[in-house]
């Protein structure tokens, strides 16, 4: 069994935020930052990557033609990215400008994930890891039919019904016996060759 205090380990919430710093950031800026955020009991912290250079990086207006370098870290005591952004930016002597934090849950976050660079040309990947997992079903084939035409009835039927007309619901034999005629020819009145009907009727003179 699990000591208390493994299960009081485990029960701790921690807090995750992401730093970005446009510009230039040594490794004893990067060393001085960790270490400041020992304050509120750091847990990991790690460089996620340096984006390419951009003309004008996102979050950065004010900065033009700069890389941003990207750190993850957790905490263990609650506080706010304005906080954190503030103190972290004066202590390591950087300009707001250059210096944000953000929380990874933000939407716009989602835009802004560093994209591993592929080797080669697309085409050469034989596996096709990368192509999107397509279901048949979902775009063609009997079921699909199926469920398109209906789909189609059922907008039929509520349009009609918004038009106040009645629509005669089928029986169930009627529903059997239909769809045991799939074409004319199946259908019990039309079983009956009109040729042979002709040989029976006798001619007249």
Do not use: C
């Not at 004066?90 to 933000?106: A, G, Q, W």
């Not at 699909?144 to 059922?154: A, I, M, Q």
């Amino acid at each position: 069994m699990k000591s208390f205090k493994e299960h009081l380990a485990e029960s701790k919430k921690t807090y995750t935020f992401r730093a970005k710093v446009a510009g230039d950031f040594s490794k004893d800026q990067e060393t001085a930052m960790e270490s400041l955020l020992s304050k509120w009991q750091l847990g990991s912290f790690k460089k996620t990557g340096t984006t390419p250079v951009q003309d004008v990086p996102l979050d950065f207006p004010k900065i033009k033609n700069a890389e941003v370098s990207i750190y993850e870290f957790t905490l263990a005591y609650p506080t706010t990215q304005f906080e954190l952004s503030e103190y972290l930016s004066n202590e390591l002597k950087i300009t707001k400008d250059r210096f944000v934090v953000r929380s990874p849950n933000e939407p716009t976050e989602d835009y802004q994930q560093v994209i591993e660079r592929r080797e080669g040309a697309l085409l050469n990947d034989d596996t096709y890891k990368e192509t999107v997992k397509v279901n048949s079903e979902d775009y063609y084939g009997d079921k699909y039919n199926s469920g398109f035409v209906k789909e189609l009835n059922d907008i039929l039927k509520l349009q009609r019904r918004e038009r106040g007309e009645v629509i005669p619901e089928a029986s169930e034999k009627e529903i059997g016996h239909t769809a045991k005629a799939k074409f004319n020819t199946d259908a019990p009145q039309n079983n009956t060759s009109p040729i042979k009907q002709a040989d029976r009727t006798p001619l007249r003179k």
